[in-house]
Each structure stands twice: as structure tokens, then as C-alpha cells.
């Protein structure tokens, strides 16, 4: 552990906005669109707001974005399901009868949430909404000029990669549908992964179920503008190293500085809650792991950052942070194998971040930039600079063994397309490597479905 020194983040920052200088303009990512047009000579056709096809215009914009996700990752497709685009459907159809753009509707389904609850899926997804013109006076306005106009505002961004971008997503919805006055056509794109599919299903389980929380503890999904502070700070990944349990179930956090401890802290948030997760809920049956909560195992109640610094029990003259901050509630036996999550809190009940055991130690690739962004704890950026060789089914192993870490070290990123497609070149090009390395990840990584497949049929 050490201190992150300011001109080491500065140049990690340098490092990767020359790596995506390109993707922070609208302008940049439509010339790589329009500079790979005859790819889309199939959706060069007339587009008549009286006799249209709703089928056209998604199969054109969902190519569209993943032409985009290809070359900025080398990654997977979104995979569009039906069921998600009825939920697309309601904001759609909604838009266009009030002639306004809104992600909100009307009550009971007011916020995508319901929508997607309304649908059988969690609340675990993203909405996006963006209008056109519906014609373009007397020139030619084709499917594809439809397309790029719907898709430049979504494409806007003062910094990092559009959301729509964002590899943690794996599958889509999207419906369109045109004002009563035929001037602008508005859609809606709905976006999601693993998590917006509940699998849980405790009742159809044959062993015995395990103790987990119930209800949601007072704890909500991640707000956007109060968690915005503490979502992206790389060096928040530190608090985590700083844990430990013992043999008798005490959750200790220590560290050697303790006035580094407090600036910190001062970043996170204003509490935190520990989530202990028995590692047999991700069995290869019927995981017990409820999609709906922002949760995963059983949760200790919320515990002020002040009231953490204040238990510092070290002696006066040192400047080393130790306190105990739980134990390992009774209903889970000791001998167990099991992992425990921090959950920040902010404004003291939404779940701002997830700190899960840290997957990437000594980690070194053949790539300078990369490994200097690794230094600067920034995992993501290398990560996302490194993606685009498994496009290369040929890549070299220790870069390849180099990326599944990598990936595997945050949500939006263990539950991307990006991890899954090394995962499965791993698997093909040394599977007992693989195999070692996922059992010594955290088990949340099995939150991504095609691993815990593959992990159960290798690995098990």
C-alpha cells in the first residue's frame, strides 16, 4: 500500500486521455461511424414517417453502437432481448404522445425502474432517450441519416466514454415511434447486464437456504448526483486492502498512516456497511443471490466514517490506524468460506460504490503506458487500453492472463463484455491457469453469468 503522489495520477490522466483523445469529442465518434459506412448500405433506404418500419430503424442503431464498442474495445455485441424492448416501447410511445423528451413517465411506471419491474427484470438497468427530425425538407433523409441523428446527442460526453459505450453493458431494448404530427421521431434505448436478470430462487432450491438479509436493510441502488463525488476516485480502491478478519470473526481495517486513513475517508462518503457473502451462494445449482438488492449476502448496519476514526485504538504516539469495525454475524459458521464487500454509503443509504477483495497484485504488462496507469491504480484505463488485443485470437497469454485481472477488479468492469471474452479465450488457452486464478478472485465475479459457467464446467 502507498500513497497515490499527485504528478503520478496527473500523468495517469495524461496517459489516458491520449489513449481516448479521440472518444471525447460527438464529432470523433460519428467519423468513425460515417469513415465505416458501407457497412450500413443495407439501412440506406428512404425513410417515410407515414410507412416506416420500427425494425429498421433499432437494427440500425443497435449496429451502430456496436460498431462503435468493436473498435473502441474489440468487445462483444449487445444482445438485444424482445422483453427489454417492451420496456423501451412504453417511454417511446410516451415521448412521442407528449411531443417531449423524457425519461420519465406517468405513474405507476414513472421511472425506468418500474418499467423494467413491470417486465420481470431488477432494477438494474439504464435508460436513454434522444429525438430526430423526422424528415430532412425536400433531400434524401435515409434510415441511416435517421440513425446518426439519434444517435449524436447520446454520444455527447465532457469526459471519459459515453454510457452508452460502457462495456459493462451487455444487453439492450430499444423502441422508436413518431409524434402525432409526423415531425420527430423519438426513442428509447434501455441498457443492462447479469444483474438486471434475477435468477434468484430460493424456494426452488434443494439444500438448505443461506442466512441473507432481508429486505433491502434501508439501503438504495446508486443515485447519480449523490454519489457522483466517490463513484470514479481510484484511490477509494485502498480502503479495502485495509481489511482483515481473524480466526474468532473481528473485521479489523488497518493501515500504516493514519492521516492518509483520514483524507481518505474524507472521499468516501459518510458511512460504510459490510456485506458478508458465503462463498456457497454462488454454487453451481441455483446461486442464492438476489439481483433485486443492492446487497448480496448479510449486511452489518451502517457504520459512520467518524465513528470508524474515532475507535483508531493505536497508541497516541503512533501514527498507525487500526479499529475494529464487526464481526462476522452468527448465523454464518466460521469455517466457511466466505468473502466480505464494503459498501460506501452516501447521504447514509445509497450504495455510492462496491469495494470487493482486490483481484490484481504485482501485475505487470508489456505495455509502458498501461503498466504506468496500473501504478496510479488505474485499472479501468488500463484495462480499457489493453481490450482491444482480444480482438486478436492469437494475443499473447501473459497479455491475455494480464486482462482477466484486470477486469476483474470492479463491477462495471468483472460484468463487462470485456471480461467475459477473456474469460473465455482463457479458458481455451490455458484452462488450469484460468482456474487458479478464479478461485483466488472474488467470488462476486460469478455475478457475471457466462464466467460462472464457465467456471462450473472447468473448474468444478
Same mark, same amino acid.
Given at each position: 500500500?502507498?500513497?497515490?503522489?499527485?504528478v503520478?495520477?496527473?500523468?495517469?490522466?495524461?496517459?489516458?486521455?491520449?489513449?481516448?483523445?479521440?472518444?471525447?469529442?460527438?464529432?470523433?465518434?460519428?467519423?468513425?461511424?460515417?469513415?465505416?459506412s458501407?457497412?450500413?448500405?443495407?439501412?440506406?433506404?428512404?425513410f417515410?414517417?407515414?410507412?416506416?418500419?420500427?425494425?429498421?430503424v433499432?437494427?440500425?442503431?443497435?449496429?451502430?453502437?456496436?460498431?462503435?464498442?468493436?473498435?473502441?474495445?474489440?468487445?462483444?455485441?449487445?444482445?438485444?432481448?424482445?422483453?427489454?424492448?417492451?420496456?423501451?416501447?412504453?417511454?417511446?410511445?410516451?415521448?412521442?404522445?407528449?411531443?417531449?423528451?423524457?425519461v420519465?413517465?406517468?405513474?405507476?411506471? +414513472?421511472?425506468?425502474?418500474?418499467?423494467?419491474? &413491470?417486465?420481470? %427484470?431488477?432494477?438494474? /438497468? @439504464?435508460?436513454? $432517450?434522444?429525438?430526430?427530425?423526422?424528415?430532412?425538407?425536400d433531400?434524401?433523409?435515409?434510415?441511416?441519416?435517421?440513425?446518426?441523428?439519434?444517435?449524436?446527442?447520446?454520444?455527447?460526453?465532457?469526459s471519459?466514454?459515453?454510457?452508452?459505450?460502457?462495456?459493462?453493458?451487455?444487453?439492450?431494448?430499444?423502441?422508436?415511434?413518431?409524434?402525432?404530427?409526423?415531425?420527430?421521431?423519438y426513442?428509447?434505448?434501455?441498457?443492462?447486464?447479469?444483474?438486471?436478470?434475477?435468477?434468484?430462487?430460493?424456494?426452488?432450491?434443494?439444500?438448505?437456504?443461506?442466512?441473507?438479509t432481508?429486505?433491502?436493510?434501508?439501503?438504495?441502488?446508486?443515485?447519480?448526483?449523490?454519489?457522483k463525488?466517490?463513484?470514479?476516485?481510484?484511490?477509494?480502491?485502498?480502503?479495502?486492502?485495509?481489511?482483515?478478519?481473524?480466526?474468532?470473526?473481528?473485521?479489523?481495517? +488497518?493501515?500504516?498512516?493514519?492521516?492518509?486513513v &483520514?483524507?481518505? %475517508?474524507?472521499?468516501? /462518503? @459518510?458511512?460504510? $456497511?459490510l456485506?458478508?457473502i458465503?462463498?456457497?451462494?454462488?454454487?453451481?445449482?441455483?446461486?442464492?443471490?438476489?439481483?433485486?438488492?443492492?446487497?448480496?449476502?448479510?449486511?452489518?448496519?451502517?457504520?459512520?466514517?467518524?465513528?470508524?476514526?474515532?475507535?483508531?485504538?493505536?497508541?497516541?504516539?503512533?501514527?498507525?490506524?487500526?479499529?475494529?469495525?464487526?464481526?462476522?454475524p452468527?448465523?454464518?459458521?466460521?469455517?466457511k468460506?466466505?468473502?466480505?464487500?464494503?459498501?460506501?454509503?452516501?447521504?447514509?443509504?445509497?450504495?455510492?460504490?462496491?469495494?470487493i477483495?482486490?483481484?490484481i497484485?504485482?501485475?505487470?504488462?508489456?505495455?509502458?503506458?498501461?503498466?504506468?496507469?496500473?501504478?496510479?491504480?488505474?485499472?479501468?484505463?488500463?484495462?480499457?487500453?489493453?481490450?482491444?488485443?482480444?480482438?486478436?485470437?492469437?494475443?499473447?497469454?501473459?497479455?491475455?492472463?494480464?486482462?482477466?485481472?484486470?477486469?476483474?477488479?470492479?463491477?462495471?468492469?468483472?460484468?463487462s463484455?470485456?471480461?467475459?471474452?477473456?474469460v473465455q479465450?482463457?479458458?481455451?488457452?490455458?484452462?488450469?491457469?484460468?482456474?487458479?486464478?478464479?478461485?483466488?478472485?472474488?467470488?462476486?465475479?460469478?455475478?457475471?453469468?457466462?464466467?460462472?459457467?464457465?467456471?462450473?464446467?472447468?473448474?468444478?
Amino acid at each position: 500500500m502507498y500513497k497515490i503522489k499527485s504528478v503520478f495520477f496527473f500523468f495517469s490522466i495524461v496517459f489516458f486521455c491520449n489513449y481516448l483523445c479521440f472518444s471525447q469529442s460527438n464529432i470523433s465518434y460519428i467519423d468513425l461511424i460515417t469513415g465505416n459506412s458501407s457497412k450500413f448500405k443495407i439501412f440506406q433506404k428512404n425513410f417515410n414517417p407515414r410507412k416506416y418500419d420500427p425494425a429498421i430503424v433499432e437494427s440500425c442503431f443497435i449496429e451502430m453502437v456496436n460498431a462503435l464498442r468493436q473498435q473502441l474495445y474489440g468487445g462483444t455485441p449487445l444482445v438485444n432481448l424482445p422483453m427489454l424492448d417492451s420496456v423501451a416501447l412504453m417511454q417511446a410511445e410516451f415521448q412521442a404522445l407528449k411531443d417531449k423528451l423524457s425519461v420519465v413517465n406517468e405513474a405507476p411506471f +414513472q421511472y425506468t425502474a418500474q418499467r423494467l419491474k &413491470k417486465f420481470g %427484470f431488477t432494477a438494474q /438497468g @439504464d435508460e436513454f $432517450v434522444s429525438k430526430a427530425k423526422a424528415y430532412q425538407g425536400d433531400n434524401d433523409y435515409f434510415y441511416y441519416d435517421l440513425c446518426l441523428e439519434l444517435i449524436k446527442p447520446l454520444l455527447k460526453t465532457s469526459s471519459g466514454l459515453p454510457a452508452i459505450l460502457s462495456p459493462q453493458y451487455t444487453i439492450c431494448g430499444f423502441a422508436c415511434d413518431i409524434d402525432k404530427y409526423m415531425r420527430s421521431v423519438y426513442i428509447s434505448f434501455v441498457l443492462g447486464n447479469d444483474l438486471t436478470i434475477q435468477v434468484f430462487n430460493s424456494v426452488g432450491s434443494k439444500q438448505k437456504d443461506l442466512p441473507i438479509t432481508r429486505g433491502l436493510a434501508g439501503l438504495r441502488f446508486y443515485d447519480e448526483t449523490i454519489c457522483k463525488k466517490c463513484a470514479e476516485d481510484n484511490t477509494l480502491e485502498q480502503i479495502y486492502d485495509m481489511l482483515y478478519w481473524n480466526e474468532d470473526g473481528d473485521v479489523f481495517l +488497518q493501515f500504516d498512516d493514519a492521516k492518509w486513513v &483520514k483524507k481518505l %475517508f474524507a472521499k468516501a /462518503g @459518510d458511512a460504510i $456497511v459490510l456485506d458478508f457473502i458465503q462463498k456457497e451462494q454462488y454454487n453451481c445449482r441455483v446461486p442464492q443471490v438476489d439481483n433485486n438488492k443492492p446487497f448480496r449476502g448479510i449486511v452489518s448496519k451502517p457504520i459512520s466514517l467518524n465513528q470508524i476514526l474515532a475507535s483508531n485504538d493505536s497508541t497516541a504516539k503512533s501514527n498507525i490506524f487500526h479499529a475494529k469495525i464487526g464481526a462476522i454475524p452468527q448465523q454464518i459458521e466460521l469455517t466457511k468460506a466466505i468473502d466480505i464487500n464494503i459498501l460506501l454509503l452516501s447521504d447514509k443509504k445509497y450504495v455510492c460504490r462496491t469495494l470487493i477483495k482486490k483481484n490484481i497484485n504485482n501485475l505487470k504488462t508489456s505495455d509502458a503506458v498501461a503498466d504506468s496507469l496500473i501504478q496510479t491504480l488505474n485499472f479501468e484505463g488500463a484495462l480499457y487500453r489493453l481490450a482491444r488485443n482480444l480482438s486478436d485470437s492469437t494475443i499473447n497469454e501473459s497479455l491475455l492472463f494480464s486482462i482477466v485481472p484486470l477486469a476483474a477488479h470492479k463491477p462495471k468492469t468483472y460484468l463487462s463484455s470485456i471480461f467475459t471474452k477473456s474469460v473465455q479465450m482463457a479458458a481455451i488457452r490455458n484452462p488450469q491457469r484460468l482456474c487458479k486464478l478464479l478461485n483466488e478472485f472474488s467470488v462476486s465475479v460469478f455475478d457475471n453469468a457466462e464466467v460462472r459457467k464457465i467456471y462450473c464446467e472447468r473448474c468444478r
